[in-house]
T-cell receptor, first 116, second 111 residues
Framework: DAGVIQSPRHEVTEMGQEVTLRCKPISGHDYLFWYRQTMMRGLELLIYFNNNVPIDDSGMPEDRFSAKMPNASFSTLKIQPSEPRDSAVYFC???WGSGFSTDTQYFGPGTRLTVL | GESVGLHLPTLSVQEGDNSIINCAYSNSASDYFIWYKQESGKGPQFIIDIRSNMDKRQGQRVTVLLNKTVKHLSLQIAATQPGDSAVYFCAESLRDDKIIFGKGTRLHILP
């Protein structure tokens, strides 16, 4: 398996523009997580899905952020409009859930977002 | 590479020596703990985990110790190698699908 795949790896955009980050989880995994990593706040969970259904989006910072998972092999994280403070590295991770707690989370390589 | 923090605590260890990275977790009710390694330009990578009904677990060159009394977790790396240079995160979970990551410790290997 190729592991978790994220695209693009780097994104530079201007304030106010829409940004869409993409993730393909490991085949067979039924949990998908979106994280944001910054120097100041470390690694933060934004939202996670189980069987394509959003379970907890309490980490999503604002209404400008939205995430979807239309099928088991694809998820998007969208920021509209983007702001300079959204600059960070965004990670997608997936795992196989065993009911009470998830199995090991496997992370993608991340998307480095810079908003000018 | 990723922004993993310019102000992370740093542990410098001589190549070949053992490394011990410590972590204080926040929730006394957490029942699952994980150590992740993040190399420059990559996502966090699972190293080893431990459940709260254990106090020690060993892997290949790594050992995790859990002290629930003082809410302390440690990662021991035997015979540290240059490839061990990375940022190490502890994480905790409470009977939940979510895990909460710590701030991380940078491990620097001296030649």
């Amino acid at each position: 398996d190729a592991g978790v795949i994220q695209s693009p790896r780097h994104e530079v955009t201007e304030m106010g523009q829409e940004v869409t980050l993409r993730c393909k989880p490991i085949s067979g995994h039924d949990y998908l997580f979106w994280y944001r990593q910054t120097m100041m706040r470390g690694l933060e969970l934004l939202i996670y899905f189980n069987n394509n259904v959003p379970i907890d989006d309490s980490g999503m910072p604002e209404d400008r952020f939205s995430a979807k998972m239309p099928n088991a092999s694809f998820s998007t994280l969208k920021i509209q409009p983007s702001e300079p403070r959204d600059s960070a590295v965004y990670f997608c991770a997936s795992s196989w859930g065993s009911g009470f707690s998830t199995d090991t989370q496997y992370f993608g390589p991340g998307t480095r977002l810079t908003v000018l | 590479g990723e922004s993993v923090g310019l102000h992370l605590p740093t542990l410098s260890v001589q190549e070949g020596d053992n490394s011990i990275i410590n972590c204080a977790y926040s929730n006394s009710a957490s029942d699952y703990f994980i150590w992740y390694k993040q190399e420059s330009g990559k996502g966090p990578q699972f190293i080893i985990d431990i459940r709260s009904n254990m106090d020690k677990r060993q892997g290949q060159r790594v050992t995790v110790l859990l002290n629930k009394t003082v809410k302390h977790l440690s990662l021991q790396i035997a015979a540290t190698q240059p490839g061990d240079s990375a940022v190490y995160f502890c994480a905790e979970s409470l009977r939940d699908d979510k895990i909460i990551f710590g701030k991380g410790t940078r491990l620097h290997i001296l030649p």
